[in-house]
């Protein structure tokens, strides 16, 4: 595997590389992140990872500074999944001026779920996204769907600006008791550890209500962060939402495919989680 600190020297490395398939991170790799690495293999070429830690979709107080960055232990992971290529800039390599351009989503899109509790973030999201897309310039790109909203977003991004690469999505690993993987997992204690699959099997159990024909959404949604509540957690929302946009479902008539989504922190480590309905 080839670790590229600038975009120059990836450029020139990726100039005959054939079909790329690009998978953008943050870096503290997991077995999901690790699953998407393996599956784009089967897109293309050539394999290209990026790692990292973009202070445009952090707010002030959130965890940008403590972000864990494990580039070494990353790079063994990549290299064992077969990665060709690894993007590694610096902040003043994919910044080298304050970004004032921005890709800004629709409102109905970033302002609902995860962005009314953190204004801002899929802007630094698909802003950070579209820069290395220009940069990698893939064929294909892989996100994981246990970033749900953000999965979303990124798709409608690449549809709407008609870029001429293909989204290709990635399911959720959980580790054996349900919870879904995440670099934020590091942050529980043994304790907390033990009760955070309760988020999944909430989860699971609004799917299976859903299922089984209830179309009381608010109540469901409502029982939901109650239970979350009861056992020492403090929800921001469940909710049951349209999968194309995430838009509130219709109660009545034809039913449009769902997901249930949920965030809730649990001590000082926040969670999120999706299931497909």
Excluded at 47 to 73: H, M, W
Excluded at 202 to 217: H, K, M, Y
Excluded at 252 to 262: C, N
Aim: aromatic share 8%; charged share 25%.
């Amino acid at each position: 595997m080839q670790i590229h600190p600038t975009i120059a020297g990836l450029r020139a490395a990726l100039k005959d590389a054939g079909r790329i398939v690009f998978v953008p991170t943050m870096g503290n790799l997991h077995d999901g992140h690790i699953t998407l690495m393996r599956k784009a293999r089967a897109h293309g070429d050539c394999v290209v990872a990026s790692i990292f830690v973009n202070r445009l979709q952090f707010r002030p107080g959130e965890d940008f500074e403590k972000y864990p960055r494990t580039l070494e232990a990353d790079c063994e992971k990549l290299v064992a999944a077969g990665v060709d290529h690894l993007f590694a800039p610096s902040e003043e390599e994919l910044y080298p001026t304050p970004q004032r351009y921005l890709v800004e989503p629709p409102v109905e899109h970033a302002n609902i779920l995860e962005g009314e509790f953190r204004p801002g973030h899929f802007r630094g999201v698909a802003t950070v996204v579209m820069k290395l897309f220009s940069i990698v310039q893939p064929q294909a790109a892989l996100f994981g769907k246990k970033d749900y909203q953000q999965f979303m977003v990124l798709s409608a991004m690449v549809r709407e600006f008609a870029l001429p690469i293909e989204v290709i999505p990635g399911e959720t690993v959980r580790a054996p008791d349900g919870l879904a993987l995440s670099s934020r997992n590091g942050y529980l204690s043994p304790a907390e550890r033990a009760e955070a699959p309760r988020l999944y099997r909430i989860l699971a159990g609004v799917a299976e209500a859903v299922r089984g024909g209830r179309r009381d959404f608010a109540t469901l949604e409502t029982e939901a962060m109650a239970e979350l509540s009861a056992h020492g957690w403090l929800p921001d929302y469940v909710a049951v939402r349209q999968r194309i946009d995430l838009q509130s479902p219709p109660t009545e008539g034809p039913m449009p495919p769902l997901v249930v989504l949920a965030a809730a922190r649990l001590g000082t480590t926040r969670l999120i989680d999706n299931l497909e309905i």
